[in-house]
């Protein structure tokens, strides 16, 4: 789990005299869902290019699995399967017939993997159905199936779940974390949607404006957005002790500064108040605290 697959050292890419990413430095390990979050324009799919080779960094590194010179780098891109934008579909072939053709394009031997993966997205009941008569959610699996060809180590999607129904984003982030815990599949994904990336990802990249502005795991941004009661005494540990044996508070931590975050009874901030009070400890604030991965990320980036 700690081997470092995906590597970005002090990446840059400038277009004429505009800076796209500007030293973005990323460290991606195998077994991880990594989420990209960004606006429009902040430079995440430039990322993405640049990682599947599609188009040229202007400075820095990259390294992938563990190698860094350019032909090894290409040696390395074998291993990964992508999704950039949308998937590359011929509509006028069935989903079995677009598997085969970049299967015997990419020069994969086993015949019996179209059907396989076809089975493990869901379209092995298409038959003679042509792929421009796929729903968009459909042509997202048969991209994913495509991608997959090879059973590659890493997967590179690009705003996946973009245009996608409920259902079609719940299937499709259900087949990842398959993908992800049986296959042991590592995964980097961009998209808008917020809410649906907070129940996939297990660390997340923040962009804006072509900077790296903060990588946070799930666990340290579900214990920053977790609702709680956020306080701040004049003297911590007789807070404590006060509020576990008056109480029975037991969610109770302890931070710096005098802070203290409440989990559970959350809804006795002026019982919590008045009791601290009577025990002659001044509360300086009581407030309920946690954010949503969308009001994290735009306080993240200097939004409101």
Do not use: W
Request: positive net charge.
């Amino acid at each position: 789990m700690n081997e470092i697959i995906c590597k970005m050292i002090n990446l840059n890419k400038d277009y004429k005299k505009t800076s796209i990413l500007k030293n973005i430095n990323i460290e991606i390990k195998r077994g991880e869902i990594y989420g990209l979050i960004g606006e429009n324009g902040a430079g995440k799919t430039t990322l993405i290019k640049i990682l599947t080779g599609l188009i040229f960094k202007s400075s820095g590194k990259i390294e992938l699995f563990n190698k860094h010179d350019e032909k090894n780098i290409s040696l390395a891109r074998t291993k990964l399967g992508s999704i950039i934008e949308t998937p590359a579909l011929y509509l006028e072939m069935t989903a079995k017939q677009n598997l085969e053709f970049q299967r015997i394009q990419k020069g994969i031997l086993d015949k019996d993997c179209t059907d396989t993966l076809l089975s493990l997205v869901n379209l092995n009941d298409t038959k003679n159905k042509k792929a421009k008569d796929f729903s968009l959610g459909m042509k997202q699996r048969l991209g994913l199936a495509i991608a997959l060809l090879g059973d590659p180590e890493l997967l590179i999607l690009d705003e996946p779940l973009n245009g996608l129904d409920p259902t079609g984003i719940k299937d499709l982030r259900e087949l990842l974390i398959k993908l992800n815990k049986e296959k042991g599949i590592t995964i980097i994904i961009s998209s808008h949607i917020l809410s649906e990336l907070h129940k996939l990802a297990t660390c997340y990249g923040i962009i804006h404006k072509g900077k790296l502005v903060e990588e946070i795991t799930a666990l340290e941004l579900d214990e920053k957005c977790k609702k709680h009661l956020f306080i701040e005494v004049s003297n911590i540990d007789e807070a404590i002790n006060i509020l576990k044996n008056s109480l029975n508070i037991k969610k109770i931590i302890g931070y710096p500064n005098n802070i203290l975050k409440i989990y559970d009874h959350i809804e006795k901030g002026s019982q919590i108040n008045e009791c601290l009070a009577l025990n002659n400890i001044y509360a300086k604030e009581i407030t309920i605290k946690g954010d949503s991965l969308e009001s994290y990320f735009l306080k993240s980036i200097g939004g409101e």
